[in-house]
């Protein structure tokens, strides 16, 4: 079974600095995906960034990045230059490897981070 | 525009009442999921449907039902046997085999049983 943890419930980080939210993993299978997540306090959920297990270089969106670590099973994100409007919750998720009966591709998520953007 | 509509948004329910969630997708993709989630935590999946007629079980699916009729539509039905129903519901969908894997959400429907 797949597991997510991300140990931090609640973080803050002072406007215009950069912050780290961490995302550890455990799986057994060789191919997976790792995905964050941003809910903001409307409750839609916001892609912000992915990573192929196979992907040799760390994944980049703007001010996202993701710190993956292979060998210690971690995917933390990192937000550069933090706004106001970064404040939110932040999930980190799995995806199982291919469902071959079908199309169906499922994501486990952790119990997420909430992030406080201070002025 | 493309996109997962969800409603009703907000659903207030007697005990004992059954109630139908609706998630409709305008972005042709063939896999749909509900998930639910409880104050502070994670989404849990309920259900998911990888083609028209035909859906599985998520970790929490005792006391919910859904059907997938049409590939545009996935409606969720919280039973009176669902013991806690109170709670967040989130559907999506994702492109199917081909892609990343990565979820497109509608804005969720928020549900009190009173």
């Known amino acids: 079974a797949q597991k997510i943890t991300q140990t931090q419930p609640g973080m803050f980080v002072q406007e215009k600095e950069a912050v780290t939210l961490d995302c550890t993993y455990d799986t057994s299978d060789q191919s997976y995906g790792l995905f964050w997540y941003k809910q903001p306090s409307s409750g839609e959920m916001i892609f912000l960034i992915y990573q192929g297990s196979y992907d040799e270089q760390n994944a980049t969106e703007g001010r996202y990045s993701l710190n993956f670590q292979k060998a210690r099973k971690s995917a933390n994100l990192v937000i550069s230059a933090s706004q106001l409007g970064d404040s939110a919750m932040y999930f980190c998720a799995m995806r199982e490897p291919v469902d071959f009966r079908g199309s169906a591709r499922q994501l486990t998520f952790g119990s997420g981070t909430q992030l406080t953007v201070l002025p | 525009d493309g996109g997962i509509t969800q409603s009703p948004k907000y659903l207030f329910r007697k005990e004992g009442q059954n109630v139908t969630l609706s998630c409709e997708q305008n972005l042709n993709h063939d896999a749909m999921y509900w998930y639910r989630q409880d104050p502070g935590q994670g989404l849990r999946l309920i259900y998911y449907s990888q083609i028209v007629n035909d859906f599985q079980k998520g970790d929490i699916a005792e006391g919910y039902s859904v059907s997938r009729e049409k590939k545009e539509s996935f409606p969720l039905t919280v039973t009176s046997a669902q013991k806690n129903p109170t709670a967040f519901y989130l559907c999506?969908?994702?492109?199917?085999?081909?892609?990343?894997?990565?979820?497109?959400f509608g804005e969720g429907s928020r549900l009190t049983v009173l």
């Open positions: 999506a969908s994702s492109i199917g085999a081909s892609g990343t894997g990565e979820l497109f």
